[in-house]
């Protein structure tokens, strides 16, 4: 699949936690309340200083200089000299905070459904749950390139990558099943599981830990018989919370 097209931002996203410094040691962490990504922080603010980063179970640091990813950083104490002199990180570096344990959540309405052109044109209700398992992956296909990260617009691009994936993978696994077909068309569709999106979403470094998809037939309307997922269109968990 080709790399999604990022635009930069010139509105930074100040979304860690700062405490008081001791010394030329600055104690840093993710906030708990932000979600998956956090950042990007600018190294510059603390030049000639120290910052100690503390990162739990499921948190990584990516450090960055430009587009490339220098540093990869995992759960434990990091201390991280920034300067120019050696084994220091360079000023103008970057820091990018994924958090693991905050999956991404997405639905699809019908007033904004997932689209499945099976040759008898069907429209699709349902949602599922992604999860960030190759931070490194993930950064090369969303973040690279990017001054300053929105959390929504990342969202967007994996819902996106998620519309285009699952036709294709519901094309492989159910053949041209019409959707008027509507009983055995559901039994199918019931029996589908995440693992049918790995091959579209584990080289961008997100895995489906969660699927699941409704084809209201025309004798069904949404809310009258059948399951209904949500009826809010497009309603998602972006990777930052409000």
């Avoid at 090369?140 to 994996?158: E, H, M, Q, S, Y």
């Avoid at 961008?204 to 018989?225: F, K, M, Q």
Wanted: aromatic share 6%.
């Amino acid at each position: 699949m080709p790399r999604p097209t990022l635009i930069d931002f010139e509105t930074p996203v100040t979304t860690l936690t700062l405490s008081a410094a001791q010394d030329d040691v600055v104690a840093w962490s993710l906030d708990p309340h932000q979600g998956a990504l956090q950042g990007p922080l600018d190294l510059g603010f603390f030049r000639g200083r120290t910052i100690q980063l503390d990162l739990r179970a499921d948190q990584v640091a990516l450090v960055t200089e430009g587009s490339r990813l220098s540093r990869f950083l995992s759960a434990g104490r990091h201390l991280l000299p920034v300067g120019t002199g050696p084994g220091s990180i360079a000023p103008d570096q970057h820091v990018i905070f994924l958090d693991q344990s905050e999956n991404l959540q997405f639905a699809w309405s019908r007033s904004d459904p997932l689209l499945w052109d099976n040759g008898a044109g069907c429209s699709l209700m349902g949602n599922a749950e992604v999860a960030i398992a190759d931070p490194r992956a993930f950064f090369t296909t969303f973040l690279a390139g990017n001054k300053c990260i929105d959390p929504a617009f990342v969202g967007r691009l994996v819902d996106q990558l998620l519309r285009a994936s699952l036709p294709r993978a519901l094309t492989c696994a159910l053949g041209g099943l019409a959707s008027s077909d509507f009983a055995a068309l559901q039994n199918r569709l019931v029996d589908l599981g995440p693992q049918i999106l790995e091959q579209d979403l584990g080289p961008c470094g997100l895995t489906c830990i969660r699927l699941s998809l409704y084809a209201p037939g025309n004798s069904h309307s949404v809310g009258e018989e059948g399951p209904s997922p949500t009826e809010t269109a497009g309603q998602r968990e972006d990777l930052r919370h409000n």
